[in-house]
């Protein structure tokens, strides 16, 4: 495939006007190496590459833990749907049990090899069981424990190595120890945490290096007690920012990105099972979720993930929320890639690369094409 006419981001973060090469499902370098037998005008598109959402839990009326091949397969083909074409989904505060069959059939979906119309698994972030109960939010606290690595290792064995990510508070007892044990085997994130500026920055110092959904969960930023989000500014941390209307004002998203850079932003949808669906009654953990629009919340009123697509997150902050589009989508494709380790196969429109490009109208960002894996989705 050869994709003519459009307005391409380039590994140097900026739109430039370009062809786009494809032979054999990924990119090449010039035209003489791709195949011809299909070209795609882009006329009046912008070209970016598809994008990866590291933290979400489900649409479609499934949840990545409902431990089924079908629950996954339907996740990942709305994902690329809509031009989100890597994925890795997220837990939830389980029984050692339950996730332990939710990582056994992620592993085995990944064995099983690509799906033609659907994303690709890249990996589970494992956002739970390891949280404060104080601060919990829609994580079931029965199932709240201590840090502990015999379980993740239990885990990581079952799914074959796909942990990309663990959520962590800090100040839970062993939580240092196992920040320092595992961070070489997954990204140590804070989350879920009633943790101070010291105890945080001492878990950065420990070897962790993310936020889960800043803001989210966490003691807030203030002039005299700046918590968990001003030690992660001064550690220089990749933080998470759910930018659906409901999690975060657009001010504090623009001030976000003001402060951290648009090098350290990743955007995430912390998507439910309710996205792509209608208003109604859904469940996130075993626990009852109403949604109205695009809120969706416990019977307490706490806000249980979002009901918002990565891609809407996206769109989102340029239209509603003046976050620049080169920064936006550094911050929904690039970043996540880097992160969890598969820049070298995601994230970017350069040769060598796993062909997943996604055309956007210019006028408005709609989405006017997917190409997945080298051909039209």
Do not use: W
């Not at 592993?107 to 090899?113: H, P």
């Not at 942990?163 to 920040?179: D, H, N, R, S």
């Not at 220089?236 to 001030?255: K, Q, T, W």
């Not at 309710?274 to 706490?302: C, F, H, I, M, P």
């Amino acid at each position: 495939m050869i994709i003519k006419n459009a307005s391409v981001f380039t590994e140097e973060g900026v739109f430039a006007n370009q062809d786009i090469y494809i032979q054999d499902g990924r990119f090449v370098k010039t035209e003489a190496e791709a195949d011809a037998s299909e070209v795609v005008d882009a006329t009046g598109c912008f070209a970016i590459p598809g994008l990866t959402d590291i933290h979400f839990h489900g649409c479609m009326g499934y949840d990545f833990c409902d431990g089924t091949q079908e629950a996954i397969t339907t996740i990942a083909e709305y994902e690329a749907s809509i031009g989100v074409t890597s994925i890795v989904p997220a837990t939830m505060t389980l029984p050692e049990e339950t996730l332990k069959g939710i990582c056994e059939t992620a592993g085995a979906y990944v064995q099983a090899g690509s799906r033609e119309k659907a994303a690709d698994l890249c990996g589970i972030n494992m956002e739970g069981p390891f949280v404060a109960e104080s601060k919990k939010g829609a994580q079931n606290g029965a199932f709240i424990i201590t840090p502990h690595t015999g379980m993740f290792d239990r885990l990581n064995a079952a799914c074959g190595g796909m942990i990309k990510l663990v959520a962590i508070a800090p100040e839970t007892e062993g939580a240092m120890e196992f920040i320092e044990q595992r961070k070489a085997e997954a990204v140590m994130s804070i989350a879920h945490t009633a943790a101070d500026y010291d105890t945080a920055m001492e878990a950065f110092e420990k070897g962790a290096s993310h936020v889960t959904h800043l803001y989210n969960a966490m003691h807030p930023f203030t002039h005299r007690s700046p918590g968990p989000i001003g030690a992660a500014a001064d550690a220089g941390a990749e933080v998470e920012l759910i930018c659906d209307g409901v999690h975060i004002h657009p001010a504090v998203v623009r001030s976000t990105f003001k402060l951290f850079g648009d090098d350290k932003v990743i955007l995430i949808s912390d998507s439910m099972m309710a996205t792509g669906l209608e208003d109604g009654d859904y469940s996130l953990g075993g626990q009852a979720v109403k949604v109205v629009g695009n809120r969706a919340t416990l019977a307490n009123g706490t806000i249980a993930g979002s009901a918002t697509n990565l891609m809407d997150c996206m769109r989102n902050a340029v239209q509603n929320m003046q976050i620049p589009l080169e920064s936006a989508v550094k911050a929904a494709a690039v970043n996540p890639a880097k992160c969890v380790g598969i820049y070298d196969n995601y994230g970017s429109i350069a040769p060598g690369k796993i062909a997943n490009v996604v055309l956007l109208k210019k006028e408005d960002l709609a989405l006017e094409q997917v190409i997945l894996r080298g051909n039209k989705r």
